[in-house]
């Protein structure tokens, strides 16, 4: 374990974070097939987004900062999985974090955090799902104990090309 991990906290997010959760979700839309968004948001856009993840309930928003700087590292959420009653139970859950702030153990950090608020809620199971390739993330979601359960093939269409989506879960 660096010592520089030991520089990070994490928390609740707050409204004054959209900005910079702004800001690494568009790097995500920009530069990869991470997220299936195509568009950059402004913080305004997004603002709806922050309020549907409250300091309590299922669906949560952990947001990572550095220690010193309290320079915003990265993100975790826990999401509606659908929108029908029956499927309450279940959230959606994922972590994005800041290009320059890779290999910290942030994404490892805020998971961490996130499955803790949510062991106090009624979710039964946390889904993911991973655009491919994408080997850190399996290897993060395989850290948290969540196992494949299958992949959607060619299911999204970003920068003139088809993804496979691998979809994994883990109970709670």
Do not use: C
Request: net charge neutral.
């Amino acid at each position: 374990m660096s010592s520089e991990r030991t520089d990070v906290q994490v928390r609740p997010g707050a409204e004054g974070d959209l900005g910079a959760l702004t800001a690494i979700y568009n790097h995500y839309v920009r530069e990869t097939a991470i997220t299936f968004d195509t568009a950059i948001f402004t913080p305004e856009e997004r603002r709806p987004w922050l309020l549907s993840h409250p300091e309590d309930g299922p669906h949560r928003l952990m947001v990572a900062t550095d220690a010193r700087s309290q320079e915003i590292l990265g993100y975790a959420t826990s999401s509606p999985y659908r929108p029908k009653p029956a499927y309450a139970t279940s959230v959606e859950t994922s972590v994005y974090v800041a290009p320059d702030a890779g290999r910290r153990g942030v994404g490892t950090l805020l998971y961490g955090a996130l499955f803790e608020v949510l062991a106090g809620q009624d979710v039964h199971r946390a889904y993911a799902g991973i655009a491919q390739p994408n080997e850190a993330s399996e290897r993060l979601h395989a850290r948290f104990g969540f196992q494949y359960v299958g992949t959607y093939r060619e299911v999204g269409r970003k920068f003139g090309r088809y993804w496979d989506v691998a979809w994994y879960e883990k109970r709670l």
